[in-house]
C-alpha cells in the first residue's frame, strides 16, 4: 500500500496507493491565503476526499456469511 500515487506506483507490481487530489488541495490553499491577507473570514477545519486506487498488489476482502462460510468477492478485471 503506497501514498500519493507516485509514478512507480503504477510499475510492476502495481501498488495500490491513496491519490490526495493536489490542484483542488493547492486551490484551496490560496484561497484561504488570500482570505487570510484580506483579514476575511478564516477557516480552521478544511477537508478534501482522497481516492483509493486499487491495483493488483490488492486481493478483494473476503467476506463471512452468517453461518461463518468465507466468500470472496469476483474481480471486474
Do not use: W, Y
Amino acid at each position: 500500500m503506497g501514498f500519493d500515487d507516485v509514478e512507480f506506483a503504477s510499475s510492476i507490481p502495481a501498488v495500490t496507493t491513496i491519490r490526495q487530489p493536489l490542484h483542488e488541495m493547492g486551490a484551496t490553499r490560496a484561497d484561504l491565503l488570500l482570505r487570510k491577507l484580506a483579514k476575511d473570514q478564516v477557516i480552521e477545519n478544511i477537508s478534501v476526499r482522497p481516492e483509493l486506487i486499487v491495483r493488483s498488489s490488492t486481493c478483494p476482502p473476503s467476506l463471512a456469511s452468517p453461518k461463518g462460510k468465507r466468500h470472496r468477492f469476483k474481480s471486474s478485471r
